[in-house]
C-alpha cells in the first residue's frame, strides 16, 4: 500500500510522479490502439504490456537517459517512451513504415533500437539482450566511462541460458549492470509455479555473486526506490543487481493468444483488481496532485497525441521494394 507523500520521501517531485504517470497513461493508450488496429487487420501483431507500465516507468525514471543505456523486451513500452521515443515513432513501427527509426520497417513491432537515446537493439529470440546489456557493462568499464545499462526481460526468459551466462558474466567481472526481471507470472501459457523450480527469481541472483532484490511491480515508487539503489551501486563500482518485479499482465501474451483458455474468469478479475494505472492515480488523487478535471484533461491530451500519431503512421510511406536486401549479407 502506497503512504502518503511517499514521492517525496524519495526525492521526488510532484511534476515528477505526475509525468510517471502520464507515461503510464500514454503507453496504456497507445497499447489499445495498437489492439484495435490489429484487430482491424491494419497492424500485423501486438505484445501488450497492459498492467506492466508501472514497473517499467519506475525502472526507467530511477535511470539517468542521457548517459544510461537500456536494452529493453518487447513489452517495455513506457521504458522506451522515457528514454526519448515518440508515439509517432511507436505507430510508424507498427505500421511498418520506412521512417520507422528502429528498423526502417524491417522489424516486427516490439523490437526497439534508437541509437540517439540509448536504447540498444533487440532480437527476437527471448533473452538475448542479457549478454548485450552486459557487453555494454564491460564497455563502461574498459572505456572508463561511467554510465549504467539496464536490462528488461520477462520470468519466462530467465530460463534461457542467456540469462544465466550473461548474470555469471557480469557477477564474476562485478559489472555496472542491472537485470530488470518483470515477473507477470506466465510464460506465455505456462504460470510460474510450472516453469520456475526456485521460489522466486530474485533467489537465483545469489549464485551469481550480486544481491537479489524483489519489489511490488505494480508500484512505480517501489521499483523506482529500488533501481535507484542499483544504479547507485553500479556507478559506485559495487556490481550488478538483480531485480524482481512481481506485476500483472492484464492482457494475453500477444495479439495470437487466447489466454481464456489457461487462465480463469476469478484469476483475470484478482489481475484486474491489481491494475497499476488505477492504484497509482488514487495514490495521486489520495495527495492532491490528481483529481477528474486534470484526468479528463490529461485524457484528451493524450487522445489527441495518439490519434496524430495513428494519422501520420497510416499515411506514412512504406520502405521501397527495392531495398529488400540492404543491410543483408551473404556468408
Known sequence: MMK???HTSLGLTDDDVLAMYRTMLLTRKIDERMLLLNRSGQIPFLVSGK???AAQIGAAFALDTKVDYVAPYYRDMAVVLHFGMTTKELMLLAFAKEEDPNSAGRQMPGHYGQKKNNIITGSSPVSTQVPHAVGFALASRIKQDPFVTLVTLGDGSTNQGDFHEGLNFAGVHQLPVITFVQNNKFAISVPFEKQVASENIAVRASSYGMP???VDGNDPLDVYQA???????????EGPTLIEAVTERLS???????DQLYRTVE???EAHANDCLVTFANYLEEVGLL????????QNEIMNEVNEATTYAEK???ADVRTITDYVYEV
Open 4 to 6: 502518503k507523500n511517499k
Open 316 to 318: 506514412a510511406s512504406y
Open 291 to 298: 483529481n477528474e478535471t486534470i484526468k479528463a484533461d490529461l
Open 212 to 214: 537479489g532484490i524483489i
Open 51 to 53: 498492467g506492466q507500465e
Open 252 to 258: 494475453a501474451h500477444s495479439s495470437d493468444d487466447n
Open 227 to 237: 533501481v535507484k539503489k542499483a544504479r547507485e551501486r553500479a556507478i559506485n563500482d
Open 267 to 269: 484469476e483475470l478479475k
